[in-house]
């Protein structure tokens, strides 16, 4: 199997709050709306993340590694996003990673290091 591009999605019964939310923790708006039930931003090459109207879905849980994994907590604490500091990962010698969710239940895990 070759994957060209990979799609992280998480559902909304607020599709709206749900949008604005994700907006707030990328940092900008959706790079395209390609359908009314969908919001889309390009996280990097080949990486794409989808906001999706679908309230009967489940709760989703995603992993973001970033680069700075403390600025990121600092700007999104400034955002009134409640991000708990950051825990080593066992097993890894420089693996950090912040645990919370977001307003629907789905589970966001913001990692830095390896």
Request: glycine share 8%; with cysteine; aromatic share 6%.
């Given at each position: 199997?070759?994957?060209t591009d990979i799609?992280?999605?998480?559902?909304?019964?607020?599709?709206?709050?749900?949008?604005a939310w994700w907006?707030?923790?990328?940092?900008?708006?959706?790079?395209?709306?390609?359908?009314?039930?969908?919001?889309?931003?390009?996280?990097?090459?080949?990486?794409?993340?989808?906001?999706?109207?679908?309230?009967?879905?489940?709760?989703?849980?995603?992993?973001?590694?970033?680069?700075?994994?403390?600025?990121?907590?600092?700007?999104?604490?400034?955002?009134?996003?409640?991000?708990?500091?950051?825990?080593?990962?066992?097993?890894?010698?420089?693996?950090?990673?912040?645990?919370?969710?977001?307003?629907?239940?789905?589970?966001?895990?913001?990692?830095?290091?390896?």
């Open positions: 199997m070759k994957i799609f992280l999605s998480v559902t909304a019964r607020d599709f709206d709050a749900q949008t907006s707030t923790l990328i940092g900008r708006d959706p790079d395209r709306n390609p359908v009314p039930s969908c919001q889309e931003w390009d996280l990097a090459p080949s990486v794409r993340f989808q906001v999706l109207d679908s309230p009967s879905n489940g709760p989703t849980n995603i992993s973001l590694r970033v680069e700075n994994l403390m600025g990121e907590i600092g700007r999104l604490r400034e955002a009134d996003i409640e991000v708990p500091d950051p825990q080593k990962v066992e097993g890894f010698k420089t693996l950090h990673w912040s645990a919370f969710t977001d307003p629907e239940g789905n589970k966001v895990n913001l990692l830095e290091g390896g």
